[in-house]
């Protein structure tokens, strides 16, 4: 993948300015990984350096190669912590996948022992087998910011769980430093809590103000493209020139690119179509209990409407992206399912009567 690229290179650019030794730097160190190893995005140098005109151009213009940096500058934590790390003496994409494994294991380890005591350990377990589907090791195999951004949102789960709301306020802006698409996720958290809590409103307003502020401000610190441009060079064509060249990118365009990749959870992407299923079933099944559950409702709400928004507005339905949201779903309809313990008691105290 390119992404591992160009995270790296501006990982590399922290510490040294000059764009030609980072461009030299960068390919010589997926050149001696391709050596080291025979297998996933290091298979053969051809695909690194030929094939499609866009590995050519960054392969062999700097220029080229030096554009496509506003794409990724924005993961600014990410590519700040793998310069942190790479300082221990790992190369850039040890240091990279050293973060994706660690990361996520702290995530999935937070939410384990945090909601032990908010639910059944049986349900401890099918959330286990959820964070397996929805995307932990498809995520811990790959290098990249995702792993930061599964982390925040089982923070944000976690704090929604406990009802910690100034908190979880606290950490919407931060989201936007590690991938600034979770900004999506404001809408509808913000919307919840500013409808069901009147006395968090003004840190309602005060959040998403500088969740915005953030975004715009590391999109414009970045240089980046805009959308049209993101969405052309995603899903029509890898632009080798993007700061040179001009795209447009309307709804002739959208609409097939969005019919497309809808249709990639019936074939490759089918974890989109189990999670789809999976709540549909069991938010029917539990719907007076979820009814009477307010966090459970928060977390259902804001999970299903960010994937909805994200989809509309970046129809990538890859699981990496998407894997948090489904964790904050689930995690919000086992909160609410009832407890067995409660039932056993009703039914006991019913005999009674």
Not at 116 to 125: I, S, T, V
Not at 132 to 145: K, M, N, Q, V
Not at 227 to 239: D, E, Q, R, S, V
Request: charged share 15%; proline share 3%.
């Amino acid at each position: 993948s390119t992404d591992m690229l160009f995270y790296t290179a501006i990982a590399r650019e922290h510490s040294n300015s000059d764009i030609k030794t980072i461009h030299n730097e960068s390919y010589q160190m997926i050149f001696e990984r391709i050596n080291q190893s025979k297998k996933g995005s290091f298979r053969s140098k051809e695909q690194w350096v030929s094939g499609p005109q866009y590995h050519i151009d960054i392969y062999e213009n700097i220029d080229s190669f030096q554009q496509q940096f506003p794409f990724f500058k924005i993961r600014v934590l990410y590519t700040k912590l793998i310069s942190l790390v790479s300082m221990t003496g790992l190369d850039l994409i040890k240091s990279s996948q050293l973060i994706s494994i660690v990361v996520s294991t702290i995530a999935i380890g937070l939410l384990f022992f945090s909601l032990k005591d908010h639910m059944p350990n049986r349900r401890l377990y099918w959330l286990f087998l959820g964070t397996l589907i929805f995307g932990y090791i498809e995520i811990i195999e790959r290098a990249s910011p995702d792993s930061l951004a599964f982390l925040c949102i089982s923070l944000l789960t976690l704090f929604i769980i406990q009802k910690r709301f100034i908190v979880s306020l606290i950490l919407l802006p931060i989201l936007v430093f590690v991938r600034t698409n979770l900004i999506v996720l404001n809408a509808p958290y913000l919307a919840f809590i500013w409808i069901k809590y009147k006395k968090f409103r003004p840190y309602t307003i005060l959040s998403g103000s500088i969740s915005l502020i953030s975004y715009f401000g590391i999109t414009k610190w970045a240089g980046h493209y805009g959308w049209a441009t993101l969405m052309y060079h995603t899903f029509i064509n890898p632009i080798s020139f993007p700061k040179t060249t001009v795209y447009e990118f309307g709804i002739s365009n959208y609409m097939p690119v969005l019919m497309a990749q809808l249709q990639t959870i019936f074939t490759y992407n089918t974890h989109a179509l189990i999670y789809t299923l999976m709540m549909i079933i069991l938010i029917w099944k539990y719907k007076h209990d979820i009814l009477n559950n307010q966090r459970a409702q928060i977390l259902i709400f804001t999970s299903i409407a960010t994937i909805i928004i994200h989809i509309l507005l970046f129809p990538l339905i890859h699981v990496r992206l998407l894997s948090g949201f489904y964790i904050m779903g689930l995690a919000g309809i086992l909160i609410g399912m009832p407890h067995k313990q409660s039932t056993s008691n009703n039914i006991i105290q019913n005999k009674r009567k």
